[in-house]
């Protein structure tokens, strides 16, 4: 299952650092390393989330690990999480499907590729458990709406997200 991937940190235009990633199953362990890449990540431009409390990440984080059919990968650094996949299985319909709850990458390694590479070994794992179809939500024109789509994601034009907001 594991997919190995390589990258390099570039200062200006001299790598000054090759790293290797693999992409692995999701653990429990990893929990308290990818809470703290997503709250760098969520409290930081040009989000700013600055409700978000770190140990709300960690509890959200647990709430995702005990849904009905979580499915989830990780990119890793020998032990040291680089980025997640976190969703679960969603097979009630016409086809198999994914939902994907929250992908990041820590912004130490974003436009290297890796998370293309991560996305891509994510997909080949869902294959091969038989899943059919992605789908997950973007914020529209964010870098994370254009990564997707550079990633063949589609815009479905058919359905909207709607919030009621009841304050």
């Known amino acids: 299952m594991e997919e190995n991937m390589m990258g390099n940190i570039v200062d200006g235009n001299t790598a000054v650092q090759q790293i290797h990633c693999q992409t692995v199953p999701y653990s429990a362990r990893y929990r308290s390393g990818c809470a703290d890449i997503f709250y760098k990540i969520f409290t930081m431009p040009p989000f700013h989330f600055s409700w978000l409390d770190r140990a709300n990440v960690e509890r959200y984080f647990t709430d995702l690990e005990n849904a009905p059919r979580f499915l989830s990968y990780l990119l890793v650094n020998g032990d040291r999480p680089l980025g997640a996949c976190l969703g679960q299985v969603d097979d009630y319909f016409m086809t198999a499907g994914y939902r994907v709850n929250e992908f990041f990458i820590d912004e130490e390694i974003q436009g290297l590729g890796m998370g293309t590479d991560f996305l891509r070994a994510v ?8 899943i059919e179809a992605i789908y ?3 914020q529209k ?3 994370a709406h254009a990564f997707y789509r550079r990633c063949g994601f589609l815009v479905n034009d058919e359905t909207v997200h709607m919030v009621k907001l009841l304050g």
């Open 123 to 130: 997909e080949n794992n869902l294959r091969r458990e038989g």
């Open 136 to 138: 997950l939500f973007a």
């Open 141 to 143: 024109y964010s870098k």
